[in-house]
C-alpha cells in the first residue's frame, strides 16, 4: 500500500502537466503494440509462404506457385506474384526484376507505417516534462518570495522536488520509447532483408526458365 501511495503522490506533485505526458504515453504505447504484433504476424507469414513455395520454384511448377501467391495476403506472396505475372510476357531478368521491385515498393512503406512517432513521442513528452519542470520552479520561486526567510530553504526544496517529477516521468517513458523504436526498427529491415533475398532467390531460380522460354513467332504480312 505504501508504494500505491507513492506512486499516487508522484502523479499529483507532477501537476496539470501529467496529464499530456500520460496521453503521449497511451498512444506511444498502442502504436508499438500494434506495430509489434504487425510485424511478428508478417514475418511468420512470409516464413510459412516462402517455405511453401520454395520446393514448388525448385520443381519449376510456376503455375501452381502462381495460383498460390495470387490469394496470399503475405509480403513475399504479393513480390513473387508480380514477379510471376510479369514473366508471362518478360523476356528478360531485369524486367521481372523491376516488377517484384514495384511490388516492395508497396509493401516497405506499410512495415515502417507509424513506427517513427514513437521516437517523435520520446522527444515530445521529454519537452513536456522539462516545461512542466520549469513553470513549477516559476511558481516555487515566485511563492518563496511571498514567504518567511526561515521557511525558504525548505519551500524552495520541497517545490524544487516537486517540480522535477514532470522530468522524471518524461525520462522514464521517454527512454523505454527510443528502445522500442529501435527494436522495431530492427525487426522491419530484418523483414525488408528478408524480401529481398527471397526475390534474388526467386530469380536466381527462374531465370533458367527465362533463357529457356520460347520466342513467339511473329506472322508475317502478306502482299497484297
Not at 522514464?172 to 523504436?181: D, E, G, K, S, T
Not at 522495431?184 to 536466381?204: M, P, Y
Request: glycine fraction near 4%.
Amino acid at each position: 500500500m505504501n508504494a500505491f501511495q507513492t506512486v499516487v503522490k508522484f502523479f499529483v506533485d507532477c501537476g496539470l502537466f501529467i496529464y499530456p505526458s500520460m496521453l503521449i504515453m497511451a498512444l506511444g504505447l498502442a502504436i508499438a503494440i500494434e506495430r509489434f504484433v504487425f510485424l511478428r504476424r508478417a514475418r511468420s507469414e512470409n516464413r510459412r509462404v516462402w517455405d511453401h513455395v520454395l520446393p514448388l520454384l525448385q520443381d519449376g511448377q510456376l503455375d501452381t506457385v502462381r495460383l498460390l501467391t495470387a490469394k496470399s495476403d503475405a509480403a513475399v506472396g504479393k513480390i513473387l506474384h508480380n514477379g510471376l505475372a510479369r514473366l508471362k510476357s518478360a523476356r528478360h531478368r531485369d524486367e521481372v526484376d523491376a516488377a517484384m521491385e514495384e511490388g516492395m515498393m508497396e509493401i516497405v512503406p506499410r512495415l515502417e507505417r507509424r513506427t517513427h512517432y514513437i521516437a517523435t513521442f520520446a522527444n515530445v513528452i521529454t519537452l513536456v516534462g522539462l516545461l512542466g519542470t520549469i513553470i513549477g520552479l516559476i511558481k516555487g520561486f515566485t511563492a518563496v518570495a511571498q514567504v518567511n526567510p526561515a521557511e525558504k530553504a525548505e519551500m524552495l526544496s520541497a517545490s524544487i522536488s516537486i517540480a522535477m517529477n514532470n522530468t522524471a516521468f518524461a525520462l522514464m517513458v521517454a527512454i523505454p520509447f527510443l528502445l522500442i523504436h529501435a527494436f522495431l526498427q530492427a525487426r522491419t529491415s530484418e523483414i525488408v532483408d528478408g524480401l529481398e533475398a527471397a526475390k534474388i532467390r526467386f530469380l536466381n531460380l527462374v531465370q533458367r526458365l527465362i533463357a529457356e522460354a520460347p520466342v513467339q513467332p511473329v506472322p508475317l504480312r502478306r502482299e497484297a
